[in-house]
């Protein structure tokens, strides 16, 4: 099933539209027009408007990068947020990860992206240049790497640390490990190993 | 991950949007958010005003009610087709379906939807009355019941039958049975013994 018998334009238009998203190919893209069509008017206009909204208004904090609908995020201008902690972070759907485990009240810096030079990206294409900024203009004690545990995320995290590392502040990164829940038999070797070597007392591990 | 810490109210409310299409969760609403605003705002605007003008402006044809731009679509006014032969079908989809196989040249109508109690979908919420007035006013040889292989499909089409066996009309359904490519073996026995019951002269079945 080819799918290339539409008999509306207006159809057509909005499934080639729809499978341009990513993970969205052109059967999935036609079940989702064909619900619009089904739903109420308004559905298609809201989720219509809201796309035109978001992309048009949505504004990048100018301190750290996050999404906001402001020109600074409501975590920078958070009062109560500890501003001498700094985590750096990829994008922003990592913020959200740290935010929802509620156990950080630092301010972020969004790299928006990491470095890879497979996908042409280097450092100059992230956010690096406005952390060392900020380390300049800002009181911060602690940058706190939490990027992926991937060649790239160590990558990045290297050129960060060479870059920030004559400022006086603690440069520390997330612990690696066996993850919670995970069974030891079945953790890969690198991430045991890993965890063997940054052992912990265990007074200071177990949380209550 | 819960992901209800959106920093702006915008990407939140797309996100929300974006969830309440079928398969698509939290997670991926926001995967797709994020895409959009990495790429050209242009892109988020012919998303969104694609899926707003297919709502407003796309109209049902009011002879086979499939999908159209105006208000006969292009199969039912396209000269070249055969206007005594009706293909009923459960939705647009089965429409496009059948005509990417090229082996169809009649007209269709569209039913809306399958004859199913357990939905509240009943013979007064699909086309069938609109059927039988075609089958009054047009002059119509043969009506083809290309209905899924399902109880629901079964129940349709027998109550559709009724509604039609008074007209001098040939009624047909689609041949069941081993589908093109699948080894007998696999084949389920109800789909295999219903194979054997509609068995063809050879002559006919094998097409060059």
Redesign the interface.
Known sequence: ???????????E??V???S?????GRK?A????????KED?I????????????????KF?KICH????DDV???CSNPKRDTTVICVVE???D???I??TSQYNGLYHVLGGIISPMDGIGPNDLSIGKLVERLEQETVHEVILALSATIEGDTTGFYIYKQIRKFPVVVSTIARGVAIGDELEYADEITLGRSIINRLPYENSVKP
């Open positions: 099933m080819t799918l290339n018998t539409y008999s509306s334009k207006l159809v238009n909005a080639g539209e729809l341009k998203l990513p993970g969205i999935t036609l079940r989702l027009a064909l619900y619009l069509l008017k559905e298609s206009e809201m989720l219509g408007e809201a796309i035109i909204k978001m992309r048009s208004e949505v904090c996050n999404i906001s609908d995020c409501n975590i994008d922003i759907r913020v959200m990860a935010e929802n």
